[in-house]
């Protein structure tokens, strides 16, 4: 029963055509030790992008990838020990992006290390017109939602600036067959 | 009594300037130069009276609390813009990282094949 009036909570907003990062989890900020919480919508991002230099090589990068965005919605919680959160909040977002003209892009689920990953596009005319990053680990979980439209392209080329991985590194390396 | 006290006196002794004093005074003062020139008197005429000058004092007063409200909501909106600016690089590098860590994932497992 609780679970349902969760996913419907979550569902609910979908008549909005948007998504909305689940309520349910703000009271994770309260058990988790450190706290990412982004909320940028319109006015603000015009704002930042009117702050980000068109001489800086880096920052004409961002100015140019935020041009087209609706808003920017981070929630990132780091815990210092296992089973603060539950599936019941990684599904609250799933519900989210099941509505029309999304589709799971990529998910990597690693059963030994207990990491997921899943990206999520909404499509509208063969454009990006959203994309949500669902990255669920033990003591960690990150909701991405980027609104607008977005050129995937201009995002990987921030891979090595601001502090964004410049190559695929990978924290631990296993052997394949560790994933599904 | 002494010799030069009896000149002092002679020479200090009050005098009548007679009758066409008052006029040759006025007549002098007259002539003289003015001390402001006239297009300066003309000018600042009508600020003479006491009303106007507090009137423009008034009206410059205004005009400095408006260029400090406007200075003040420009400096607000710097320090407003400045902080989307973090918050949006931010935003992007969590966005990005992890990203780059579902796709290193996918690269790991398909190269592991």
């Given at each position: 029963?609780r679970?349902?009036?969760?996913i419907?909570?979550?569902?609910?907003p979908?008549?909005?055509?948007?998504?909305?990062l689940?309520?349910?989890?703000?009271?994770?900020a309260?058990?988790a030790?450190?706290?990412?919480?982004?909320?940028?919508?319109?006015?603000?991002?015009?704002?930042a992008?009117k702050?980000?230099?068109?001489d800086?090589?880096e920052?004409?990068?961002v100015?140019?990838?935020?041009?087209?965005?609706k808003g920017?919605?981070v929630?990132?919680?780091?815990?210092?020990?296992e089973?603060?959160?539950?599936?019941?909040?990684?599904?609250?977002?799933?519900?989210?992006v099941?509505?029309?003209?999304?589709?799971?892009?990529?998910?990597?689920?690693?059963?030994?290390d207990?990491?997921?990953?899943?990206v999520y596009?909404?499509?509208?005319?063969g454009?990006?017109?959203?994309?949500?990053?669902?990255?669920?680990?033990p003591?960690?979980?990150?909701v991405?939602?980027?609104?607008?439209?977005?050129?995937?392209?201009?995002?990987?080329?921030?891979?090595?600036?601001?502090?964004v991985?410049?190559?695929e590194v990978?924290r631990?390396?296993k052997?394949a067959?560790?994933?599904? | 009594?002494?010799?030069?006290?009896?000149?002092?006196?002679?020479?200090?002794?009050r005098?009548?300037?007679?009758?066409?004093f008052?006029?040759?005074?006025?007549a002098?003062?007259?002539?003289?130069?003015?001390?402001m020139p006239?297009?300066?008197?003309?000018?600042a005429?009508p600020?003479?009276?006491?009303k106007?000058?507090w009137?423009?004092a008034?009206?410059?007063?205004?005009?400095?609390?408006?260029?400090g409200?406007v200075?003040?909501?420009q400096?607000?909106?710097?320090?407003?813009g400045?902080?989307?600016?973090?918050?949006?690089?931010?935003?992007?590098r969590v966005?990005g990282t992890?990203?780059?860590?579902a796709?290193?994932?996918?690269?790991?497992?398909?190269?592991?094949l």
């Open positions: 029963m679970s349902a009036i969760l419907l909570a979550a569902v609910w979908l008549a909005a055509q948007d998504v909305k689940p309520a349910s989890l703000n009271r994770l309260g058990k030790a450190e706290v990412v919480d982004v909320s940028l919508d319109g006015p603000l991002l015009k704002l992008g702050f980000l230099s068109k800086d090589s920052e004409a990068k100015r140019a990838l935020v041009a087209g965005l920017i919605y929630k990132s919680f780091e815990f210092e020990k089973g603060e959160y539950s599936e019941e909040d990684v599904e609250a977002v799933r519900a989210q099941r509505g029309p003209g999304w589709s799971r892009m990529l998910g990597v689920a690693s059963r030994k207990r990491e997921n990953a899943e596009m909404k499509l509208d005319g454009r990006v017109a959203g994309l949500v990053v669902l990255a669920a680990e003591k960690e979980l990150t991405v939602n980027i609104v607008g439209d977005i050129d995937i392209n201009q995002l990987s080329e921030l891979g090595g600036h601001f502090g991985p410049a190559v990978h631990d390396k052997p067959g560790n994933k599904e | 009594m002494s010799s030069l006290e009896d000149r002092l006196r002679d020479a200090l002794r005098e009548d300037p007679g009758p066409e008052t006029a040759r005074l006025l002098r003062a007259a002539a003289a130069p003015a001390l006239d297009w300066w008197r003309r000018l005429a600020f003479r009276p006491a106007i000058r009137a423009a008034g009206v410059l007063a205004c005009l400095l609390v408006v260029a409200a200075e003040y909501r400096r607000q909106a710097r320090i407003e400045e902080a989307a600016k973090r918050q949006l690089v931010l935003a992007l966005a992890k990203l780059h860590l796709r290193a994932k996918v690269v790991e497992l398909n190269g592991g």
